[in-house]
């Protein structure tokens, strides 16, 4: 297959042939997989190669995941958790009682622009070389969502060791706008290398109904060695993550809330500011997460069915970014 079929316009849009776009359409691993491609390939033809290497080990790229302790100034979380706080009286003074445990919050004009405001602040320049590092290319958003949990929500699988059935692209920032501890919750990783044991043990994307908080039952007589990170941070801290690559699973507040704000990352072929401002409102998340095993990200971002998801593949399963040939996606 010839992957250098394709063009990309001056929004960052990729198009391709008749035979990459019949290539792609099988699953989302193929799909997410060649954009991915293209994108290091756009990156190389404008700098004239990868970006710079951060340092012989980083978190991130070696692990899979990363902490980053302010990635947020406290007045602009404030800012996040009042608006929170108005949209749920509001909901209480209309009669409605919303979600039991769990407010997906709405963008309301007010609250994207507090978002356009700090997404500079979050995504720094050093931040962003982090993550081009990482993906070996630019990078974009491909959602935002505004969430609280509270402390009475109920326990279900994502309180639970898991891995999001989706392509290995997928990276997912968490800035915690009110904190993270074993007091207000979190989320916590396991690092790649145990993952992969995981795996190899067979726990890799499980059946809801047989995914597991046992870690001996997960990775046997391993688990004693295996790597959590838990976080403990201050409001505006982040944690970042691969979750197709690294399994974890959420703590609930024991009291209070949780307030976070979740943005999702995928490769792109342009820095992630020229591709924001032509897909700001896109990006928006009122409510569950466009998620990379839903979006065909060519031409310009078109919707996928759970029929064009497929099966993950063998070395997705072992937490690989990409095949080691092109013939086993």
């Known amino acids: 297959m010839d992957f250098s079929q394709y063009t990309v316009d001056s929004l960052g849009n990729v198009h391709l ?12 691993w193929r799909r997410h997989g060649l954009y ?14 990868l970006p710079p290497a951060r340092a012989a080990a980083d978190d991130l790229r070696d692990h899979g995941v990363c902490l980053l302790p302010r990635v947020l100034a406290d007045e602009e979380c404030s ?14 003074r209309d009669g409605l009682n919303g979600l039991p445990d769990t ?14 405001r700090v997404l500079p602040e979050i995504l720094s320049p050093d931040l962003t070389a982090k993550i ?35 392509p290995p692209q997928q990276l997912h920032l968490m800035v915690y706008l009110s904190g993270a501890s074993d007091e207000g919750g979190r989320t916590e990783v396991l690092d790649r290398a145990t993952t992969r044991l995981a795996a190899e043990n067979g726990y890799s994307y499980p059946p809801l109904v047989e995914r597991s908080d046992d870690l001996t039952k997960i990775l046997g007589a ?11 941070l201050n409001a505006g801290g ?13 703590v609930k507040p024991r009291a209070g809330q949780r307030d976070t704000l979740l943005i999702l990352l995928m490769p792109s072929p342009l820095p992630w500011q020229e591709r924001l401002g032509a897909n700001f409102r896109r990006v928006l998340s009122s409510g569950k997460h466009t998620t990379c095993c839903l979006l065909n ?22 937490g690989e970014m990409f095949p080691s040939d092109d013939s086993l996606y």
């Not at 491909?142 to 999001?164: C, I, K, P, T």
């Not at 391993?222 to 403990?232: F, S």
């Not at 990200?297 to 072992?318: M, V």
């Open 17 to 28: 042939s008749g035979d990459l776009n019949a290539w792609m359409l099988s699953s989302s």
């Open 36 to 49: 991915h491609r293209i994108c290091q390939q756009e990156y190389r033809s404008r700098h004239g190669g």
């Open 79 to 92: 800012a996040f958790t009042q608006s929170i706080d108005g949209y749920v009286e509001g909901l209480a």
């Open 103 to 116: 407010y997906f919050v709405p963008w309301s004009q007010y609250r994207a622009g507090i978002l356009r």
């Open 132 to 166: 081009e590092d990482y993906y070996g290319s630019h990078f974009q958003v491909l959602s935002v969502s505004l969430n609280r949990y509270l402390a009475e929500m109920g326990r279900d699988v994502s309180f639970q060791w898991h891995r999001d059935e989706e």
């Open 222 to 232: 391993e688990a004693q060695a295996g790597t959590a990170i838990v976080p403990d």
């Open 238 to 250: 982040a944690l970042m993550f691969a979750a197709p690559r690294n399994l974890h699973r959420g």
């Open 297 to 318: 990200p060519f031409d310009e971002f078109s919707e996928a069915t759970l029929a064009q998801h497929g099966q993950a593949p063998e070395w997705a399963k072992l």
